[in-house]
């Protein structure tokens, strides 16, 4: 795998919210983070797909 798994606040920069609403979120809404020891990280082809798979508002 030549992408690196993002952090946290790769994440939210990337969502456009704050840092904290994912950390206070990321189960209810299902964000498709894999715990490394005490960290959370996520493939970012993962999160796209998350992404196409969410139901408009």
Known sequence: MNERLWTVEQVA?????PKSRVYDRWREWGI???RIGQQLRCDPRALQEWI????AA
Do not use: T
């Open 13 to 17: 920069d990337y969502l456009g919210v």
């Open 32 to 34: 498709p983070f894999v």
């Open 52 to 55: 196409g798979g969410q139901k």
